[in-house]
Each structure stands twice: as C-alpha cells, then as structure tokens.
C-alpha cells in the first residue's frame, strides 16, 4: 500500500460543532503532518508528528487539536472552527522526520466553516 | 529560514511545446528539492525530486536541474500535453538537518492549450 488516505472528503460544519479528521497510512512511516491549504496557495504546515509525539506545532490555534494513536493514524480535531479556517486540509507522512525522503500527500479533505 | 521564490506564477503554451519553470532557495544547507503537480481538487503528487549530489534528472518528459552555486533548481516539461495542465509547487528542505520540513514555492499555473 503507498498510499495516504483521508476521510471525510469533505465536510461542512458550524462554528459551534466538534468534528475531526482522520488520515491513515500503511507505508510503514514514523513521521505524519497536517497542512492547511488555501485556494491558489501552497500547503502551510500546521503540524509533524514524528514516532507518535508532537515534533512541530508551528503555532496553529487550539481550536485545532492534532492526535497520533498509533503510528498508522493522525487525526485533527476541530472545535469552534471560524469561516475563515475553510481550507482544503492536507495529511503527509514521510519515513522519517526530519525529512530523509519523500513526503506523500493524501487527497485532503474539503472543509467548510459556515 | 529558508525562502523559496518561484517564477512564473502563471504560465501559458501550446501543446507540444516546452515549458519552463524556475525556483530559487536562500539557504545553502537545503539538499532535497521536490516538484508537486497539483490538478484541481486533487492532492499535490510528487512528480520528480533531485538532491544536491546531482546536477540533472530526467523522468520521461520530466527534467529537472539545479545549480547549487547560484542557488536555483528548474522544472523542465518537453512536449506539453493539456494533462499537463496544473499547479507546480517547488519545495527545499534540508534532509535529515535542522530545517526538516518542505519549504514550498508560491506555485505556478500551467495552461497547455491544444
């Protein structure tokens, strides 16, 4: 398996719910991130997870809130989102972090914050 | 930190021609520089990297070449095809250093006219 997978692929939430967004994959990879990207911009890292402990949190807001339960998954949680964090939300995982090789994107998930 | 200036933001030829795309780095210690091709919607694909051990790399119609001395890589599509048709993302990090993470070009937009 060489690919990242995300679910949901999109979802549209008030600025009242929770939700969360899960990312998985089975590369056998110790180092996963979440970036953030807006429409015509390149991806902007919010967070790395490397060996399942948080290695870079590049000052994302605590209405985001990352977890790693294993070294397969990554989830981001999302509580009290404003309409601006509509964004297209990208998982990566890479072998190793630092970056030894090559990161892979997952297909994203389309958020709306209405 | 590392800044990665790309040029042209946008980028119109016709199918069969060529297509250039250049990026530039600012930190000597940065060794890895991927592309991405990103079609609307859909995930940033790695399509070809190359390291600072290497002058040049070709995949196919894909070419890339870096020049350390002045501090610039460049993206090479031969024979356009409209499937070509997409956002580029050039991106450096430094692999297994302190600057661990892909720092991304502001991307290019690359129409292939049939």
């Known amino acids: 398996d060489t690919e990242v997978t995300q679910t949901p692929k999109h979802l549209v939430m008030g600025m009242t719910n929770k939700k969360s967004l899960k990312c998985e994959q089975h590369m056998g990879h110790r180092a996963m991130y979440w970036y953030k990207q807006k429409a015509k911009k390149p991806p902007e890292l919010m967070f790395v997870y490397s060996y399942e402990k948080l290695s870079i949190n590049e000052s994302v807001p605590s209405r985001f809130s990352p977890e790693c339960p294993n070294s397969s998954l990554l989830n981001l949680h999302l509580h009290a989102l404003q309409p601006e964090d509509s964004a297209l939300y990208l998982c990566a995982s890479s072998q190793d972090y630092p970056l030894l090789n090559e990161q892979f994107f997952g297909p994203g998930t389309r958020l709306t914050v209405l | 930190g590392e800044n990665v200036e790309q040029h042209p933001s946008t980028l119109s030829v016709q199918e069969g021609d060529s297509a250039v795309i250049k990026c530039t780095y600012s930190?000597?210690?940065?060794?890895?520089f991927p592309w991405y091709k990103q079609e609307l919607g859909k995930r940033p694909q790695l399509i070809i990297d190359?390291?600072?051990?290497?002058g040049e790399k070709k995949d196919q119609r894909i070419a890339v070449t870096l020049n350390k001395t002045a501090k610039h890589f460049s993206l090479h599509i031969t024979e356009t095809q409209p499937e070509d048709s997409a956002v580029y993302f050039c991106?450096?990090?430094?692999?297994?250093?302190?600057?661990?993470?892909?720092?991304f070009g502001k991307g290019t937009k690359l129409s292939v006219k049939p």
């Open positions: 930190d000597s210690a940065s060794n890895y």
């Open positions: 190359i390291r600072s051990n290497v």
């Open positions: 991106a450096a990090s430094s692999l297994g250093g302190s600057q661990g993470n892909l720092i």
